[in-house]
């Protein structure tokens, strides 16, 4: 059914008892053309594009949990193109690009709002860097604003602009930036994606590839055996273990990344602000809580939760840029797992195996990510071949030493 006024109206008139399920809770078939393995933002997204875009819909999501149970549901929302390397930078103004029609595209309110990214700097190397990154997107016809220490105190005057150790010079604002509501992005990608005909199978945990001819031509699940034509793999912190189950080592880590909320109250940042001199990040959610976040806790792990240092060191880099929030109560806090990979950068490929797709390699950038990643990995699931701007995303790249490394660390997963 679509939404929109007139069948509120409608809907309203005869007490709300017509509205249908918005997807179908599928049960698996023996076979699909394609399989897509996750159902986060970017497995349901790959659904709903080869649905839409290649007329692709004998598709089946397959998810181990219920769909948004990982990362998808549990990240700080912050949507942004801000990126340096011209590998990248295409890429996430796609993805933004998409973000903007994507309630359109959905007929789903996913709460796009795009109420401005600011990066402070603190020092004159950091604002020399920000400028550099701030020509770089524009040269790629991105929007991108250096501000000096009065326009951001214009801006967030609550900030510690005085900060003996870390003073507050300016910031680099990307306005298109923003935040959406995660959740409803998966169920509005899920919505479409059914409604095109895909099956969605929540509860079905991949546990095995089958493999026939040299190929990899259907899965082994909680539910039975599933066959397809072409597997793709969009399962995030759990990249490495599904690898595993094909043969495959990948050069990805999975860390713990941990978000916070804090009590409801009144609306006082208009946008999303990160610290420059610490890793914290801020925004405030419509319900009036602060959403933040902050480093990984540090080591290798599959828990869904974090540890109390990170809790420590997160609320550090909170009252370092502003003091007064240090009488806020912390609400909630929970953790997800990333795939860190080696450069800091995705992978969309083929891998070695026939028959089997990567997607992966997200780290903690992904969730803006979605609509760009759904939209070249359904592309290279129905063409066999890289779209244009995941070109850089190739999993070769390793092998021959080009990395993509936007923060310029080396290859050391927990530092990207
Ligand atoms: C705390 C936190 C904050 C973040 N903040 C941001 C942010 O502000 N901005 C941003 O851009 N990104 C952010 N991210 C990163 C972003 O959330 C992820 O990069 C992105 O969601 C990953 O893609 P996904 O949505 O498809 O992953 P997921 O939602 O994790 O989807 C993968 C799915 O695969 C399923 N799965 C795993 N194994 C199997 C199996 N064997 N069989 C079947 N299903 C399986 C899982 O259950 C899961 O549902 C954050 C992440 C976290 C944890």
Redesign the pocket.
């Known amino acids: 059914m679509r939404y929109s006024i007139f069948n509120l109206m409608r809907q309203a008139l005869t007490g709300h008892r017509g509205w249908g399920p918005a997807w179908r809770d599928a049960s698996p078939k023996p076979a699909y053309d394609i399989i897509v393995?996750?159902?986060?933002?970017?497995?349901l997204a790959t659904a709903h594009y080869l649905a839409k875009v290649h007329g692709i819909a004998k598709v089946a999501v397959?998810?181990?949990?219920w769909?948004?149970?990982?990362?998808?549901?549990?990240?700080?929302?912050?949507?942004r193109s801000n990126y340096l390397l011209a590998g990248n930078n295409p890429f996430y103004e796609l993805s933004m690009k998409l973000w903007e029609g994507l309630e359109q595209d959905l007929n789903y309110n996913t709460m796009v709002s795009q109420r401005g990214v600011l990066n402070l700097y603190h020092s004159d190397a950091q604002r020399d860097a920000y400028v550099r990154r701030g020509n770089a997107m524009r040269m790629h016809g991105v929007d991108a604003e250096l501000l000096d220490a009065a326009a951001v105190a214009r801006m967030l005057p609550f900030l510690d602009f005085a900060n003996a150790r870390f003073p507050i010079q300016g910031g680099l604002l990307q306005r298109r930036g923003g935040t959406a509501r995660h959740d409803a992005v998966v169920w509005g990608y899920a919505r479409a994606a059914s409604e095109r005909g895909v099956d969605i199978i929540q509860n079905?945990?991949?546990t095995d590839f089958i493999r026939q001819n040299g190929r990899i031509a259907g899965v082994q699940t909680t539910r039975g055996a599933i066959r397809a034509g072409k597997i793709g793999m969009?399962?995030?912190?759990?990249t490495s273990?599904?690898a595993h189950m094909a043969g495959l080592k990948l050069p990805i880590e999975s860390h713990v990344?941990?978000?916070f909320v804090s009590e409801a109250i009144k609306p006082f940042i208009p946008g999303v602000v990160t610290f420059g001199a610490g890793h914290f990040y801020l925004s405030q959610s419509d319900k009036g809580g602060l959403v933040f976040?902050g480093d990984l806790d540090g080591y290798n792990s599959y828990a869904q939760r974090g540890n109390l240092p990170t809790v420590e060191d997160v609320c550090e880099g909170g009252m370092s840029l502003i003091p007064a929030i240090g009488r806020v109560r912390m609400l909630r806090s929970w953790?997800?797992i990333?795939d860190m990979s080696m450069d800091g950068s995705p992978i969309i490929d083929r891998t070695p195996l026939d028959g089997l797709y990567l997607n992966a390699g997200?780290?903690?950038?992904?969730?803006?990510?979605?609509p760009a990643s759904g939209w070249c990995f359904a592309h290279l699931l129905a063409r066999d071949e890289p779209h244009d701007v995941a070109r850089a995303y190739r999993l070769d790249r390793f092998a021959r030493g080009h990395l993509l490394d936007e923060k310029g660390v080396g290859a050391q997963p927990n530092l990207h």
């Open positions: 393995i996750g159902g986060g933002g970017h497995g397959l998810e181990k949990g769909i948004g149970s990982g990362n998808a549901g549990r990240n700080t929302t912050i949507i079905c945990e991949v969009a399962v995030a912190g759990n273990r599904v990344l941990q978000a976040g953790g997800g990333m997200w780290c903690y950038g992904g969730f803006k990510a979605t």
